[in-house]
Nanobody, 122 residues
Framework: QVQLVESGGGLVQAGGSLRLSCAAS????????VGWFRQAPGKEREFVAA????????FYADSVKGRFTSSRDNAKNTVYLQMNSLKPEDTAVYYC???????????????WGQGTQVTVTA
């Protein structure tokens, strides 16, 4: 069993930065790939980024490529999403999720956090 807790969301002006954290419980978290997703009001949840269990590979949605970076510290059971050059269209609730079945937008994610709100003002 893995429990995930996101933090680091908030209100920021366009062009600003935030770093989200996804803290996990469970001794085997280092064996899970992690994905980041977001859901804006009235829209479907969309994939944002993913990172393999070792942190050796990452994958990003085109909409955030070059602006967002995911990393992880398995010693701290934490995955990060550094978000730079934020835009109003990045406003959403951001979720992290863990999977042992591959990684990326098509993986089956078994565990989800509760989400953290990111609001970007123009």
């Amino acid at each position: 069993q893995v429990q995930l807790v996101e933090s680091g969301g908030g209100l920021v002006q366009a062009g600003g930065s935030l770093r989200l954290s996804c803290a996990a419980s469970g001794r085997t978290f280092s064996s899970y790939a992690v994905g980041w997703f977001r859901q804006a009001p009235g829209k479907e949840r969309e994939f944002v980024a993913a990172i393999t269990w070792a942190g050796s590979s990452t994958f990003y949605a085109d909409s955030v490529k070059g602006r967002f970076t995911s990393s992880r510290d398995n010693a701290k059971n934490t995955v990060y999403l550094q978000m730079n050059s934020l835009k109003p269209e990045d406003t959403a609730v951001y979720y992290c999720a863990a999977t042992q079945g591959g990684y990326g937008p098509m993986a089956r994610y078994d565990y989800w956090g509760q989400g953290t709100q990111v609001t970007v003002t123009a």
